[in-house]
C-alpha cells in the first residue's frame, strides 16, 4: 500500500510538470489573441468616430429580437462598439433609460403612458428620446386561421360573426364565443370592440404570446374553430398566413374612448427610443448606427425566421442576414 | 433529490407505531355541512349581486395610489434615501456578479475568452468535489461540468452558479444569525415566523415588481430576488436546530459555567450544525430553482435559454436547458448532502485510507492548478468546443413531445371539457357569483368552526385585505382553479403515493420522475400542456399539477410507508385484501400526512397562479402578468400579488388550526419544500 501511494504521488508530480512545461511554452494562443485585441482597441480609440457601449434592451418578442440582434451584431463587427443585450420587459426597459442601464429601445409599439413619464415634451423627465420610425408597420388586426377562411369565406366579415358564434364556444366562454385576446404587452379593445358592435362573444385572454401562437397552429392543424387578436411582424406569418376579419374601418379618434371603441386598430408605425444622455454623444458612431437604422418588415420577418424555425442562435441569424443585405447595411454605416 | 430533506424531518415525527387515531381531532364535518348548506341556500337568491367585479382595464383608487408610489420612487432615484441605499447595494452586487462571470462565464476584453477556461474550472470543481465529500461525488461533479459544455451551455451554465453562489453566501450571513436568534429567543422567533410565512406564500413574481423598483434591472434584483426565496428554509431550519439541542446538555453547559455565547459556540451551535447543514442544502436548491424566474428581469443563467425556447414556440430548445438546471440540482444536492454526511462516515472510520486520501487530495489538487494554468493559456481549453449535442437532443426531443401531443389531442379536449364543466365551472360560480359579503361571511365561518379562534382572526384580517385591494371577484376565481387543481392533486398523489409506498420498484421508477418534475422550470412544459388543452384555466390547472403533485405524491407515500410493518401484518394475516388494506388502515393511518400533503399541495398551486395567467387561466394570475408588461397597470398588479398572498396566508391558516390537535409534524414544518421556481 504504501509503496503505491508513493508511486502513484510520483506519476502525478511528472505528470504535473510535464503538463506545466507544455503550458509554459507551447499553447499561448490566448495571449496571442489578447494583445491583437488589445491593440484593436486602442487603434479603435485612436479614430476620430469611435464607438462606446450600446445597452441594448431585448423586449420579449421574436421580431424585436431580430431588429436588435442585427443592429448589435453590426456595430460590433464593423464598429468595434461594445453591446450588451438585456432581455426585459418594456416596462422595465424604459426605467433602465434613466440609470442608465438602456440605451436603445429598439422597436417600440407605442406606450403613450411611458412617454409621459421619461419623454420631456410629453410631460416626462426627459430620460427617453423619440428616436423616429424604425421603418416597421405594426398591423393588429382579428384573425382566423387559413383553414377557416378557406371553408366559411363570409367569416372574413365582422358583420356575420355572430352567426357562427355558438362554433366559437369553449369551456371557458360561457356558452358565447370565444375571442382570444393577447398577450397583456399589446394595447387591446377588444372586450370593448365585441360589446360595441354586439357580438355575441366573451374575450378570453391567453395571457402570453407563447399561448396565441399555440392555440393558432394548434386550430389549424386541427380544423378548431378559432378567433383572435394577432399582428404582424411575426414570424408566424411565414408558417401559418392567418387570415384578417374585417371590422369597421379605423378612423381618427375612434379609439379615443376606450370604453366606446368599434373600430379596426389603426397601423401602429414602430419607433426607436434612445436614453437621452447616451444618444447626445452625436460623435458616438454607435449612437450613428442606431440612428440610421431602418428596414422594413419583410426584412425582419426573414430574420425572425431564421432564428424560430431554423433555430439559428440570434447572432449567427443577424450575422447572416447582414452577409446577405451588405447594400442595405452599407447604407446604415454612412 | 430535492425534497429528500422535508420528508427526513417529517419522520422525526411521533414514532410510527403509536396509534395515530388517539391523536386525531374530533370531526368536524358536520358544522362544516350546515355553513355549506347555508351559503348555498343565501346564495340561491343573491348569486349575480354584489360580486365586486372589475371590469377589463379598470382600477380602482389604491391601485392607482400603489402606481404613483412607484412613480415617485422612480423619481426620487437620484434624492430619496431608500433609493439611494438599494441603489448602492445594487451596485456592489452588480459589481461582484460581472467579476466573478469575467472570471469564469463570458470573456474578460480584450482577453477573447474568461480568465479561466472550462479545463480549469471543470478541474477545480471535480477537485472540491472529492475534498468535501467522496470520489463519488468528484465524478459526478466532473460529469456534469462536461455536460453543460457538452450541451452548448458552458457560459449561461456558469452564470447560474454564479448566482446560485452569490445568494448562498449572502443566505448563509443573513440566514444564520436570524436563525439562531429565532432559535434562542421567543420574542424574536414571534417576529421572524410571521415573516418567513409571508415570505414563503408568496409567489415569487410578485416580488419581481417592487424589487426590480429598487434594485434595478439585471444581476442585482436577481440575486436579492433569490435570496428572498432562499433563505427562509435556512432560518428555519437553524432555529430548528438549536431549538432541539437535547436540554440535558445546555443544562450541563449552563452548570459548569459557561457564558451564553460560550455555551452557544461550544454546545448549540456544534449540536446542530448537522441540521443546518440540511438547511443550506435546501437553501442551495431553492436558489437555483429561480433561476428561470430571475431571468425575467436580465439576470443571468440558464433561465435565459429556456424562455427563449418559450418565446419561439419550441419545447425541445427550452427543454435543453430545463435539464441542466436538474443536473445542476442533482449535483448540488448530492454534493451538499454527502458532505454533510461525511463526517459521521470518517467517525466511524469509513472512507479511504488517511496517507490515500491526503495523497489524492494533493495530487488532485496539483492537477486542477495546472489545468487552470492550460486553460489560460490555450484556446481550446478555454472555450468548449461546439459538439452540436444541444441541439441535435432540441430537435429530436421536439419532435418526439410533437408526436405526443399530435396523438393525445383528440382526447384531452373532452377531458378537459368534462373536468371544467363537472367541477370548475360549477365552483367558480359558487365562488364568483355569491355576493362578496357572503362569501366572506361564510369563509370566516368556516374558518371559526374548522379552527376557533385563532384561525378566525387571521382569516378575517385576509379577507378585509382582499376587499381593500379591489380583486375579490377575480380572488375567488383563482380560489374556485386552485380548489380544483387541489382535489386533482390529492386524487393523483394518493393513487401514486400508496403504489409507491406499496411497491418498492415503483417507488424507485417514480421518485426520479418526481424529484425531475419539481425542479425543471415550468417554462419548459407549458407548450405542450398549450398544444394539448388549448388556452384555457384547466391549462393553468394542468401547469399547476405538474409542479404541485410532486411534493404531495412524496408526502403521500411517506405517510403511507409510515404504517408499521407489525400493523400491516397483523392486517394481511385477518385476510383483508389490497383494497381493503389501503382504504381501511393504510390511508386512514397516514392521515396526517394526506392532510400535510393537501395543505402543500394547496400552496404550490396557488405559486403557479401567475404561471398559469399566462396560459389563458386569467383571474388573478392574469392581472399580475398584466401589471408586469404595462406601465400604467403597475398597481393593480401589485394588487394582484398582494391577494395571491393574502389567499396563501388565509388558506394555510385554517388549515394549520384546524389540525392543530393532530400530530407534531404539521407545526413542526410548516415550510414550502425548496424546488421549483414560484
Given at each position: 500500500m504504501q509503496v503505491s501511494i508513493n508511486r502513484s504521488l510520483k506519476t502525478l508530480a511528472v505528470a504535473a510538470v510535464a503538463a506545466l512545461s507544455v503550458s509554459a511554452c507551447g499553447g499561448g494562443d490566448i495571449d496571442a489573441k489578447t494583445s491583437q485585441n488589445a491593440s484593436a482597441n486602442a487603434s479603435n480609440s485612436a479614430q476620430a468616430g469611435k464607438c462606446g457601449t450600446i445597452n441594448m434592451a431585448v423586449n420579449p418578442w421574436v421580431g424585436y429580437e431580430a431588429s436588435a440582434y442585427v443592429v448589435g451584431e453590426l456595430a460590433k463587427s464593423k464598429l468595434g462598439c461594445t453591446v450588451?443585450?438585456?432581455?426585459?420587459?418594456?416596462?422595465?426597459?424604459?426605467?433602465?433609460?434613466?440609470?442608465?442601464?438602456?440605451?436603445?429601445?429598439?422597436?417600440?409599439?407605442?406606450?403613450?403612458?411611458?412617454?409621459?413619464?421619461?419623454?420631456?415634451?410629453?410631460?416626462?423627465?426627459?430620460?427617453?428620446?423619440?428616436?423616429?420610425?424604425?421603418?416597421?408597420?405594426?398591423?393588429?388586426?382579428?384573425?382566423?386561421?387559413?383553414?377557416?377562411?378557406?371553408?366559411?369565406?363570409?367569416?372574413?366579415?365582422?358583420?356575420?360573426?355572430?352567426?357562427?358564434?355558438?362554433?366559437?364556444?369553449?369551456?371557458?366562454?360561457?356558452?358565447?364565443?370565444?375571442?382570444?385576446g393577447a398577450d397583456p404587452s399589446y394595447v387591446q379593445?377588444?372586450?370593448?370592440?365585441?360589446?360595441?358592435?354586439?357580438?355575441?362573444?366573451?374575450?378570453?385572454?391567453?395571457?402570453?404570446?407563447?399561448?396565441?401562437?399555440?392555440?393558432?397552429?394548434?386550430?389549424?392543424?386541427?380544423k378548431e374553430w378559432l378567433i383572435?387578436?394577432?399582428?404582424?411582424?411575426?414570424?408566424?406569418?411565414?408558417?401559418?398566413?392567418?387570415?384578417?376579419?374585417?371590422?369597421?374601418?379605423?378612423?381618427?379618434?375612434?379609439?379615443?374612448?376606450?370604453?366606446?371603441?368599434?373600430?379596426?386598430?389603426?397601423?401602429?408605425?414602430?419607433?426607436?427610443?434612445?436614453?437621452?444622455?447616451?444618444?447626445?454623444?452625436?460623435?458616438?458612431?454607435?449612437?450613428?448606427?442606431?440612428?440610421?437604422?431602418q428596414w422594413t418588415n419583410e426584412d425582419q420577418n426573414i430574420v425572425a425566421k431564421y432564428i424560430s424555425q431554423d433555430k439559428m442562435s440570434k447572432e449567427d441569424a443577424a450575422k447572416k442576414w447582414i452577409a446577405d443585405n451588405p447594400d442595405k447595411v452599407a447604407a446604415w454605416l454612412k | 433529490m430535492s425534497t429528500a430533506a422535508p420528508p427526513k424531518v417529517i419522520r422525526q415525527g411521533p414514532a410510527p407505531d403509536a396509534p395515530p387515531v388517539l391523536a386525531e381531532p374530533t370531526p368536524r364535518w358536520k358544522p362544516v355541512a350546515v355553513v355549506l348548506l347555508?351559503?348555498?341556500?343565501?346564495?340561491?337568491?343573491?348569486?349575480?349581486?354584489?360580486?365586486?367585479?372589475?371590469?377589463?382595464?379598470?382600477?380602482?383608487?389604491?391601485?392607482?395610489?400603489?402606481?404613483?408610489?412607484?412613480?415617485?420612487?422612480?423619481?426620487?432615484?437620484?434624492?430619496?434615501?431608500?433609493?439611494?441605499?438599494?441603489?448602492?447595494?445594487?451596485?456592489?452586487?452588480?459589481?461582484?456578479?460581472?467579476?466573478?462571470?469575467?472570471?469564469?462565464?463570458?470573456?474578460?476584453?480584450?482577453?477573447?475568452?474568461?480568465?479561466?477556461?472550462?479545463?480549469?474550472?471543470?478541474?477545480?470543481?471535480?477537485?472540491?468535489?472529492?475534498?468535501?465529500?467522496?470520489?463519488?461525488?468528484?465524478?459526478?461533479?466532473?460529469?456534469?461540468?462536461?455536460?453543460?459544455?457538452?450541451?452548448?451551455?458552458?457560459?449561461?451554465?456558469?452564470?447560474?452558479?454564479i448566482m446560485v453562489g452569490i445568494a448562498v453566501v449572502l443566505s448563509l450571513a443573513v440566514g444564520i444569525p436570524l436563525g439562531i436568534l429565532a432559535g434562542t429567543n421567543k420574542r424574536a422567533n414571534s417576529i421572524i415566523e410571521p415573516v418567513l410565512d409571508f415570505l414563503q406564500t408568496m409567489p415569487t413574481f410578485v416580488y419581481l415588481l417592487p424589487i426590480v423598483l429598487f434594485f434595478g434591472i439585471g444581476s442585482a434584483s436577481a440575486v436579492v430576488c433569490t435570496l428572498l426565496y432562499a433563505v427562509p428554509p435556512l432560518i428555519r431550519i437553524s432555529a430548528h436546530g438549536i431549538r432541539t439541542v437535547p436540554p440535558t446538555m445546555v443544562e450541563v453547559a449552563d452548570s459548569i459555567g459557561l457564558?451564553?455565547?460560550?455555551?452557544?459556540?461550544?454546545?448549540?451551535?456544534?449540536?446542530?450544525?448537522?441540521?443546518?447543514?440540511?438547511?443550506?442544502?435546501?437553501?442551495?436548491?431553492?436558489?437555483?430553482?429561480?433561476?428561470?424566474?430571475?431571468?425575467?428581469?436580465?439576470?443571468?443563467?440558464?433561465?435565459?435559454?429556456?424562455?427563449?425556447?418559450?418565446?419561439?414556440?419550441?419545447?425541445?430548445?427550452?427543454?435543453?436547458?430545463?435539464?441542466?438546471?436538474?443536473?445542476?440540482?442533482?449535483?448540488?444536492?448530492?454534493?451538499?448532502?454527502?458532505?454533510?454526511?461525511?463526517?459521521?462516515?470518517?467517525?466511524?472510520?469509513?472512507?479511504?485510507?488517511p496517507r490515500l486520501h491526503r495523497a489524492i487530495l494533493i495530487g488532485g489538487g496539483v492537477l486542477a492548478a495546472v489545468a487552470v494554468m492550460i486553460s489560460r493559456q490555450s484556446l481550446w481549453a478555454a472555450e468548449f468546443p461546439d459538439l452540436g449535442w444541444g441541439r441535435a437532443i432540441a430537435k429530436g426531443a421536439g419532435d418526439v413531445i410533437t408526436a405526443i401531443t399530435d396523438t393525445l389531442s383528440p382526447i384531452t379536449g373532452p377531458f378537459k371539457d368534462a373536468i371544467t364543466y363537472a367541477l370548475l365551472n360549477p365552483l367558480q360560480a359558487f365562488l364568483s357569483e355569491s355576493p362578496w359579503w357572503l362569501a366572506a361571511a361564510a369563509i370566516a365561518l368556516l374558518a371559526y368552526v374548522l379552527?376557533?379562534?385563532?384561525?378566525?382572526?387571521?382569516?378575517?384580517?385576509?379577507?378585509?385585505?382582499?376587499?381593500?385591494?379591489?380583486?375579490?371577484?377575480?380572488?375567488?376565481?383563482?380560489?374556485?382553479?386552485?380548489?380544483?387543481?387541489?382535489?386533482?392533486?390529492?386524487?393523483?398523489?394518493?393513487?401514486?403515493?400508496?403504489?409507491?409506498?406499496?411497491?418498492?420498484?415503483?417507488?424507485?421508477?417514480?421518485?426520479?420522475?418526481?424529484?425531475?418534475?419539481?425542479?425543471?422550470p415550468a417554462f419548459v412544459y407549458l407548450i405542450p400542456c398549450l398544444a394539448l388543452f388549448g388556452p384555457s384555466r384547466f391549462t393553468g390547472i394542468v401547469a399547476a399539477l405538474a409542479y404541485a403533485a410532486p411534493v404531495s405524491i412524496k408526502l403521500v407515500a411517506d405517510g403511507v410507508k409510515g404504517v408499521s410493518a407489525t400493523t400491516m401484518e397483523a392486517v394481511r394475516s385477518s385476510g383483508a385484501s389490497t383494497m381493503q388494506q389501503i382504504r381501511k388502515v393504510q390511508l386512514p393511518m397516514a392521515k396526517a400526512s394526506l392532510m400535510l400533503a393537501t395543505n402543500q399541495g394547496l400552496l404550490f398551486v396557488l405559486a403557479m397562479a401567475v404561471i398559469s395567467g399566462m396560459v389563458g387561466a386569467g383571474a388573478l394570475g392574469y392581472d399580475v402578468v398584466i401589471g408586469f408588461s404595462r406601465s400604467e397597470e403597475w398597481g393593480k398588479g401589485f394588487a394582484a400579488g398582494a391577494t395571491i398572498?393574502?389567499?396563501?396566508?388565509?388558506?394555510?391558516?385554517?388549515?394549520?388550526?384546524?389540525?392543530?390537535?393532530?400530530?407534531?409534524?404539521?407545526?413542526?414544518?410548516?415550510?414550502?419544500?425548496?424546488?421549483?421556481p414560484f
Open positions: 450588451n443585450y438585456k432581455d426585459l420587459k418594456e416596462d422595465v426597459s424604459w426605467q433602465g433609460f434613466g440609470t442608465g442601464e438602456v440605451d436603445v429601445v429598439i422597436e417600440d409599439w407605442g406606450h403613450p403612458d411611458l412617454e409621459k413619464k421619461f419623454v420631456k415634451d410629453k410631460g416626462g423627465d426627459g430620460s427617453a428620446t423619440d428616436g423616429g420610425p424604425n421603418g416597421n408597420k405594426g398591423i393588429i388586426h382579428w384573425y382566423v386561421p387559413p383553414w377557416l377562411a378557406a371553408e366559411y369565406p363570409d367569416i372574413l366579415d365582422y358583420n356575420n360573426l355572430n352567426k357562427y358564434a355558438d362554433k366559437f364556444a369553449t369551456s371557458e366562454s360561457g356558452g358565447k364565443g370565444q375571442f382570444l379593445f377588444d372586450e370593448a370592440i365585441v360589446k360595441n358592435l354586439n357580438l355575441n362573444f366573451k374575450v378570453v385572454f391567453s395571457g402570453g404570446e407563447a399561448a396565441s401562437i399555440t392555440a393558432f397552429q394548434k386550430a389549424e392543424k386541427n383572435g387578436y394577432f399582428y404582424e411582424p411575426q414570424w408566424l406569418f411565414a408558417e401559418l398566413p392567418l387570415k384578417a376579419v374585417k371590422l369597421p374601418p379605423y378612423t381618427d379618434g375612434c379609439q379615443a374612448d376606450p370604453a366606446k371603441v368599434a373600430c379596426d386598430y389603426p397601423d401602429t408605425i414602430l419607433k426607436k427610443f434612445y436614453s437621452t444622455k447616451w444618444a447626445s454623444n452625436a460623435e458616438d458612431t454607435g449612437v450613428k448606427l442606431v440612428k440610421a437604422f | 347555508l351559503w348555498l341556500a343565501v346564495w340561491w337568491f343573491t348569486k349575480g349581486t354584489d360580486t365586486l367585479v372589475l371590469a377589463g382595464r379598470d382600477r380602482t383608487p389604491v391601485m392607482d395610489t400603489l402606481a404613483a408610489f412607484r412613480d415617485r420612487m422612480i423619481a426620487g432615484r437620484e434624492s430619496n434615501p431608500v433609493m439611494v441605499v438599494t441603489g448602492a447595494l445594487a451596485d456592489a452586487l452588480r459589481g461582484t456578479v460581472s467579476f466573478l462571470q469575467r472570471v469564469i462565464s463570458i470573456p474578460d476584453d480584450p482577453r477573447p475568452v474568461p480568465q479561466i477556461g472550462w479545463l480549469g474550472v471543470t478541474a477545480v470543481a471535480t477537485w472540491v468535489g472529492y475534498a468535501v465529500a467522496n470520489w463519488r461525488i468528484a465524478l459526478l461533479v466532473l460529469g456534469t461540468f462536461l455536460s453543460f459544455g457538452a450541451f452548448g451551455y458552458w457560459s449561461h451554465s456558469m452564470d447560474l452558479l457564558t451564553r455565547w460560550q455555551r452557544l459556540l461550544k454546545v448549540q451551535l456544534p449540536l446542530a450544525k448537522r441540521t443546518i447543514i440540511v438547511g443550506l442544502n435546501q437553501t442551495t436548491l431553492a436558489a437555483l430553482s429561480m433561476a428561470t424566474i430571475a431571468s425575467f428581469v436580465n439576470g443571468p443563467g440558464l433561465g435565459k435559454p429556456v424562455l427563449d425556447g418559450l418565446r419561439i414556440n419550441d419545447t425541445g430548445t427550452a427543454l435543453v436547458p430545463g435539464l441542466l438546471i436538474v443536473a445542476m440540482a442533482i449535483m448540488l444536492d448530492r454534493a451538499t448532502t454527502a458532505a454533510s454526511e461525511r463526517g459521521d462516515i470518517m467517525a466511524r472510520g469509513g472512507g479511504l485510507p379552527g376557533g379562534l385563532r384561525a378566525l382572526v387571521p382569516t378575517v384580517v385576509c379577507l378585509a385585505g382582499m376587499v381593500f385591494f379591489g380583486l375579490w371577484n377575480n380572488a375567488m376565481v383563482t380560489l374556485a382553479m386552485t380548489l380544483v387543481a387541489t382535489i386533482l392533486c390529492m386524487v393523483i398523489a394518493v393513487v401514486v403515493g400508496v403504489a409507491m409506498a406499496r411497491k418498492r420498484s415503483a417507488d424507485l421508477l417514480i421518485r426520479p420522475i418526481l424529484d425531475a418534475g419539481q425542479t425543471i398572498v393574502l389567499l396563501g396566508i388565509m388558506i394555510d391558516r385554517i388549515a394549520r388550526r384546524a389540525a392543530e390537535a393532530a400530530p407534531d409534524q404539521w407545526k413542526r414544518f410548516p415550510m414550502r419544500a425548496p424546488t421549483g
